[in-house]
Structure formats: C-alpha cells, structure tokens
C-alpha cells in the first residue's frame, strides 16, 4: 500500500508563490510517476503536472506551464509543487497522485488547500 500526505497549501495574493509537498510512502519511491491535480469549487478535477518515476519527463498543463514546476526529492521520497505567480483562477483543492504508468493513477492523497486572493 502507497500513501500519500500533501502540505503546504493556504492562503496567498496574486502574484506570489507557495510550495505543495506531497509525501510518498510505503513502496519505493522510485517505482511511481506522481501527478499534481485540482479541483475549483463546482468545476471537475483537471490535471495540473506530472513527473516520470526517475525524474527525467515532465508535464504541464497549459494553464501552468512557465509558472509552476514539479521537482522530485529521492532522498526524502517527496514531490513537490512549486507555483509562481499565481493567480485568482489557480484556487482549488490540490492533490497528488502516484501510479507506476499512469494513467490511470493508482494512489491518492487527502488534498491541499490553495486560495489565490486579488
């Protein structure tokens, strides 16, 4: 069994930055690609990022890319989310996601949550 902790969500202004953490337990950590997703109040989840297991591929949707990144830590078994100038639209609930060829994704974690005020 995989878990799945994510921290570091709150409240920011626009245009400033925040770092998820997204915790990876229980299996080796080497052996999943992890995605980053989200859901707006009353919108359906969509998908944010995704890093391949060794690190070496990643994926932005284009409504992040240039602004967010997603590095992985192997010696503490964590990914992360590092987001820059957000923005209102960017509001959500964020979760991670572990899978050995997602998708479909295998793990889910609790979620995150971020609030981008104006």
């Known amino acids: 069994q995989v878990q799945l902790v994510e921290s570091g969500g709150g409240l920011v202004q626009a245009g400033g930055s925040l770092r998820l953490s997204c915790a990876v337990s229980?299996?080796?950590?080497?052996?999943?690609?992890v995605g980053w997703f989200r859901q707006a109040p009353g919108k359906e989840r969509e998908f944010v990022a995704r890093?391949?297991?060794?690190?070496?591929?990643?994926v932005y949707s284009d409504s992040v890319k240039g602004r967010f990144t997603i590095p992985r830590d192997h010696a503490k078994n964590t990914v992360y989310l590092q987001m820059n100038s957000l923005k209102p639209e960017d509001t959500a609930v964020y979760s991670c996601?572990?899978?050995?060829?997602?998708?479909?994704?295998?793990?889910w974690g609790q979620g995150t949550h971020v609030t981008v005020s104006s």
């Open positions: 229980g299996r080796t950590f080497s052996s999943y690609a």
């Open positions: 890093i391949s297991r060794h690190g070496s591929v990643t």
């Open positions: 996601a572990a899978g050995a060829i997602p998708p479909p994704y295998d793990y």
